[in-house]
């Protein structure tokens, strides 16, 4: 079991491009959620979603913020039109089934650098 | 408003000694309480969970402790180790389905 994926590990966008950021779920977790993490603060809360299907969005910024879990393939975060407010680390993490019990994993995160 | 808040923010030891993290919170209705440790660079990794009913819980060298009258818990290690050095965070979780409040972390340096 390969935990749970994240890619890229860092990334690097100019001002006004977009990022997409991946995350496969372990083998088994039909849920992912995505935390945001400004250096020197503690993991935020941004979405919480299952298959095909946003349960929470209620910490993700109304704006330029998007995320998605296809039926297929990894869970993505998009940032359209970054700004360096943007640069942060994401986390993801998965669970077996709803609520944050025993299971629930974290990836290793993207460093996203707006520059 | 439901927090965590964390003490020392950050801590230095020498090799061996022993230290304990403190983390104190006002999250209500409480369901659990987590102990993670994050490497720099990387994504926490669960120490321990802790229910209502369970006082103390160990893993290693590697203790915690709950007040949940007090609404309290530290994290106590012993014979630290120079890998002992990350962010340890303490994370608090109420009923529902999303529902964990994190403190920022203590970050512990352990030197020869």
């Known amino acids: 079991n390969a935990g749970v994926m994240q890619n890229p590990r860092h990334l690097v966008r100019r001002r006004g491009q977009e990022a997409r950021l991946r995350c496969s779920p372990m083998?088994?977790?039909?849920?992912v959620y995505w935390y945001r993490q400004l250096p020197e603060e503690g993991l935020k809360f941004m979405v919480y979603l299952q298959k095909e299907n946003i349960i929470d969005e209620s910490g993700m910024p109304k704006e330029r913020f998007s995320a998605e879990f296809p039926k297929e393939g990894p869970s993505i975060l998009r940032i359209q039109q970054v700004v360096r407010g943007d640069s942060a680390a994401y986390f993801c993490?998965?669970?077996?089934?709803?609520?944050?019990?025993?299971?629930?994993?974290f990836g290793s995160g993207t460093r996203l650098t707006v520059v | 408003k439901n927090q965590v808040e964390q003490s020392p923010q950050s801590l230095i030891i020498l090799e061996g000694k022993n230290c304990t993290l403190q983390c104190n919170y006002t999250v209500s209705p409480f369901s659990n309480l987590r102990w993670y440790k994050q490497d720099t660079g990387r994504g926490p990794v669960s120490l321990t969970i802790?229910?209502?009913?369970?006082n103390t819980k160990s893993n290693g060298r590697y203790t915690a402790t709950l007040d949940a009258d007090t609404k309290q818990s530290s994290l106590h290690i012993t014979a630290s180790q120079l890998s002992d050095s990350a962010s340890y965070i303490c994370?608090?979780?109420?009923?529902?389905?999303?529902?964990?409040?994190f403190g920022t972390g203590t970050r512990l340096t352990v030197i020869p």
């Open positions: 802790m229910t209502f009913s369970e």
């Open positions: 994370v608090v979780r109420t009923t529902g389905a999303n529902n964990l409040f």
């Open positions: 993490a998965s669970s077996p089934s709803a609520g944050t019990g025993d299971g629930y994993t």
């Open positions: 083998k088994g977790h039909s849920h």
